[in-house]
């Protein structure tokens, strides 16, 4: 992701070893959450030649702990399968094991966007905790929406990786001078906009006048619904523009150059 990278130092690994099934353990910190109708889809059609091989961390009291393949454990217990191949990898803390797991699955069965934020808390990387900082400081945890949570977590942690926490910041803080404290403040494509401006653009950016400005526009509902509007009909200004944070950010950008004269507005 952008400017924030995951690492893990350089181990000792051991390959193709036959485990038990029944002693490989599951960290709930540094793994997604089990997704069971999954893994029965895995155990209805399972061949164990195809298993492949599970990647697990070998801690230091000899116990292992899946880092990639907890859906074929489960799969294994199901089918009554006794023991998987495994990549066993030695002398990795919790957090590093965390890290490990986003590697993995940065692709392939990517995680739930919440179950990748509270897993890189665990591993400690920098753009999950500089995204919790600054949502704490504005009181509020991610995960669903409602007045003190955010639901578009994909959202959140796409302002940080392109624009820095700082932007988050300026945008929650812009967010709720425009409309208060309430779920519909806290809209992906509303701070997906915000973030945009300030994130491109901060430096000309007064954020108590943006809010002034975007109030003066329109509640957070109505918002909601010229977005959506606009980007049904092809981007603002019919203009074709892509996604609707895109459509978002030009609204934004529209509210901060109302009533400015042709010289101090801000151009995309």
């Not at 990795?92 to 392939?108: D, T």
């Not at 820095?164 to 001078?177: I, P, Q, S, W, Y």
């Not at 809010?211 to 003066?216: D, I, Y």
């Amino acid at each position: 992701m952008g400017g924030y990278a995951f690492r893990i130092p350089e181990h000792e690994v051991t390959y193709g070893v036959k485990v038990k099934v029944s002693d490989l353990k599951v960290d709930p910190q540094a793994q997604r959450t089990l997704n069971e109708r999954r893994a029965q889809g895995i155990a209805n059609s399972l061949v164990p030649e195809a298993l492949g091989t599970v990647i697990v961390s070998e801690r230091p009291g000899g116990e292992l702990y899946i880092i990639d393949g907890q859906h074929r454990r489960r799969a294994c217990e199901l089918a009554g399968i006794p023991t998987i191949f495994a990549e066993i990898h030695h002398g990795l803390s919790q957090a590093q094991e965390a890290i490990f797991f986003l590697i993995k699955n940065k692709e392939s069965h990517k995680p739930r966007p919440i179950d990748e934020f509270h897993v890189g808390l665990t591993g400690g990387v920098p753009l999950f905790v500089d995204t919790d900082g600054i949502l704490k400081a504005h009181g509020l945890a991610l995960g669903s929406s409602s007045t003190n949570s955010v639901g578009a977590v994909s959202g959140v942690l796409q302002i940080v990786d392109r624009y820095g926490a700082e932007a988050l910041d300026r945008t929650l803080t812009v967010a709720e001078k425009a409309w208060g404290r309430s779920s519909e403040t806290w809209d992906g494509m509303l701070l997906g906009g915000i973030g945009m401006c300030v994130g491109r653009w901060g430096d000309l950016i007064d954020d108590a006048e943006l809010a002034r400005k975007m109030l003066a526009m329109g509640t957070a509902a109505k918002w909601r619904s010229e977005i959506l509007s606009q980007s049904s009909r092809g981007g603002f200004n019919n203009s074709g523009a892509g996604s609707r944070v895109t459509t978002a950010g030009r609204l934004v950008l529209h509210a901060w150059n109302r009533g400015r004269k042709p010289e101090n507005r801000i151009e995309a």
